[in-house]
């Protein structure tokens, strides 16, 4: 048997106020960090890099997830 993900949801609030900080694009990549942070538990740049879900490479992935890291 498979064992089940759970990923929670970023609460409301949370969701409201970064989105009034962030942009879009910055509020999606947080979004899906936070998924993989709950799924992976792992704070490894290359890790994290190697299953987001965006259709460019793993080293283009890194430095986007350094980037966005270091502000």
Known sequence: ??????VKK???FYQTHLKGQL???QFLLLS???QLLQSLH????ESLATKLPLPILA???RRKLQRFALG
């Open 1 to 6: 048997m498979k064992p089940t993900l759970s």
């Open 59 to 61: 080293e283009s992935r």
């Open 42 to 45: 792992t704070v490894k740049l």
């Open 23 to 25: 942009t879009m694009a």
């Open 32 to 34: 899906l960090m936070i």
């Open 10 to 12: 970023m609460p409301e």
